[in-house]
């Protein structure tokens, strides 16, 4: 999309941040490309010490990178004036792992703060705060102190308050990593919801690949301070090509790969009816004695997501495969 002739994107040229000189300088990311486009949820995963953090602060100049330029909406940020810097930084949102709130202020008043700080009038801040609570399903803990919610609801408030400045970026750096699993599904589901109501472009920080295929449009994978591998989120994760990646996708099969013999199969399920019988079909239609090693699925608006691990006798396996190809079932053999 253009906004004044220039195309809403952020580009990512030859970004390296090094802490430190000569013998004890630390790299933490090494000449990094990336753009990420208008619209979309954007993945960053990596292991710890990656350089994922340092990453996203480099996109909204909290960290100055040592080399390369970070270029938004056509504006290179390293050669903006301190006033014009601040004056981008509105256009990006961020939320952390940490919530960052404050606790001596109601969450209504936690979510005036950035609008406060810029000189919006009272009553109109107050009137922004309470839109974006009712966004995020807090409106009835407007009056609520930090120390009064549960941490799903800390998040939310750290997500409104956001949000606040209207801005057309959101950074999440591990925004999920302290809630239970539930509570990060809700989280999950309301980001996805600001990105399609909102058309805010959000970047996902995190370790794990579940976040990235249950939320994310496309994806980078960070190993030791570079890129590893680039892509759509359903083509990495159905055909990891770098060593990390595959360590992402697959960290919980190796043990129980290693433990049975004959042919182990990963089956990659990218969105295909959750209605549909593949398990049953395979051991019906083809008469083979499956075994299942792993099973990481979920179902999405009646569709299935994730990934199947089973072990095929060596005299079933031709008839599986021959079934799998006819039915364009992602698949690939594991050894």
Known sequence: MFYNGVQRMIELKNISKTYGKGEKAITAIKEVNI?????????????????????????????????????????????????ELLEARRNIG??????????????????????????????????????????????????????????????????ARALAANPKYLLCDEATSALDPDTTRSILELMKKINKELGITIV????????????????????????????????????????????????????????????????????ESSGKPVLAAIILECGAAVNILHADTKDIDGKAYGQLIIQIPFESYDRVKAYLDANSIEYSELN
Do not use: W
């Open 204 to 271: 996902v920080i995190t370790h794990e690949m579940s976040i990235i295929d249950s939320i994310c449009d496309r994806v980078a994978v960070l190993d030791k301070s570079v890129v590893a591998e680039m892509g759509d989120v359903k083509t990495v994760f159905a055909n990891p090509q770098s060593d990390i990646a595959k360590k992402l996708v697959l960290p919980e099969v190796k043990a129980a790969a290693e433990i049975t013999e004959g042919k182990k199969v990963r089956i990659v399920f990218n969105g």
């Open 35 to 83: 753009t990420i486009n208008d619209g979309e949820i954007f993945g960053i995963i990596g292991l710890s010490g990656a350089g994922k953090s340092t990453l996203v602060r480099c996109i909204n100049f909290l960290e100055r990178p040592t080399t390369g330029d970070v270029i938004i909406d056509g504006k290179n940020l390293g050669q903006l004036s301190t006033k």
């Open 94 to 159: 961020m939320i952390f792992q940490g919530f960052n709130l404050l606790e001596q202020r109601t969450v209504l008043k936690n979510v005036c703060f950035p609008l406060e700080i810029a000189g919006v009038k009272k009553a109109d801040a107050e009137k922004r705060a309470r839109e974006l609570l009712q966004l995020v399903s807090l409106a009835e803990k407007e009056k609520s102190y930090p120390s009064q919610l549960s941490g799903g609801q800390k998040q939310r408030v750290a997500i």
